[in-house]
């Protein structure tokens, strides 16, 4: 029998952040442009945002093909009924390299940048920090994440990846920070992957600067708005409950961040996709749950849980304190062959 619980706490902010309601809105709008026409299936490179629901959403809503190399996109022409598939390729919303950008140029794509606008300034800072002569101490969670992939393509040469505190990946790509080295201790520049857990990050910063004290670290923290807040708002509830549910793919790296902080606070945090997901052992004891989703889930997943647990105590307390963040990025255009590259 599933025990009654009493209390349910939602967290505010949870779910989509801007520059994931960008991404999947480029796709759905280039989807729905295609629709009508002969070439009525696009091609995604990586999946546009790391989540199951939203990809299987995609694919067998919109006509989505995701592919994970730009020649998988020619190949997929190749097949039969590869005459549906248009010659636009979407970037996720993680962002790519440039040699992605420009293979997808040798091949005559047009491209349509879903890019994560803060992950674009990360991207800029490479640039802008390579071109100065400084050494790139990129901080990541796996050298195969397409963000951290997409941020050290930019300067290769001058970029080494430098593994957060207390990573649960064991990367041998990944270089310590108490081990790192550089060509000049006084052209040092610190950047991160922007969905980390923001603690072991600062904490990470701190080892590097005390063995850099020259270090650059830009003004403004590259990691998201979207991660920070919604780790905060797992902190605020984290002392009030007896069991913590994150909605979230296991490849979601803020999601993942924020099952580590929950079961750090709890001792009690679990995994699901969704609401068939738990299990009623799981349930045995517990009076108060909270409740969040990583920035790439969608928000429904959550009501289905909430719908769940009324279903079984129509009295039960929902409890959804905190703001809802207010912003928007703008969409991005299609870019023909051939275009200039984007100027930050």
């Known amino acids: 029998m599933v025990a009654v619980v009493e209390k349910l706490y939602l967290a505010k902010p949870r779910g989509f952040c801007a520059g994931v309601v960008m991404a999947i809105q480029a796709v759905e709008r280039i989807a729905e442009q295609l629709r009508s026409s002969e070439q009525s299936e696009v091609a995604v490179f990586h999946p546009i945002v790391h989540n199951d629901t939203v990809v299987k959403r995609l694919e067998r809503g919109h006509g989505v093909r995701f592919v994970e190399t730009i020649d998988e996109v020619a190949t997929l022409r190749g097949q039969a009924r590869g005459d549906r598939l248009s010659d636009t390729v979407v970037f996720s919303a993680h962002g790519v390299s440039p040699s992605v ?3 997808a140029d040798a091949a005559g794509l047009t491209t349509l940048d879903a890019t994560c606008p803060l992950v674009t300034k ?3 800072e490479a640039k802008k ?6 050494h790139i101490l ?3 969670d796996s050298t195969q994440h397409q963000e951290v992939i997409g941020t050290y393509g930019e300067a290769p040469d001058h970029t080494t990846i430098v593994a957060v505190i207390d990573n649960p990946n064991h990367d041998p790509g990944l270089v310590d920070a108490n081990d790192v080295t550089v060509p000049d201790p006084d052209k040092v520049v610190v950047l991160t992957q922007t969905t980390l857990s923001v603690d072991d990050t600062m904490r990470t910063i701190h080892v590097i ?4 004290p020259k270090l650059v670290v830009p003004s403004r923290d590259d990691l998201c708005y979207a991660t920070k807040n919604r780790q905060d708002a797992v902190r605020e509830i984290g002392s009030k409950v007896d069991l913590f549910l ?3 793919s296991n490849y979601s790296s803020n999601g993942m961040r924020l099952l580590e902080l929950a079961t750090k606070l709890t001792g009690n945090a679990r995994r699901i996709e969704n609401v068939g997901d738990i299990e009623p052992g799981w349930l045995e004891g517990v009076r108060s749950i909270g409740v969040t989703s990583a920035a790439s889930t969608p928000d429904d997943l959550v009501q289905e849980i909430s719908r769940f647990f009324q279903k079984i105590n129509p009295r039960i307390e929902i409890i959804e304190d905190g703001e809802w ?8 255009k299609p870019m023909p062959p051939g275009a200039p590259l984007r100027v930050e």
């Open 101 to 103: 950008r420009e293979q």
């Open 122 to 124: 990360v991207h800029s």
């Open 129 to 134: 920090y390579a071109a100065r002569g400084y």
């Open 138 to 140: 990129l901080i990541g």
């Open 209 to 212: 600067k005390k063995r850099f």
């Open 246 to 248: 994150v909605v979230t």
């Open 325 to 332: 963040e207010n912003i928007t990025f703008r969409q991005p």
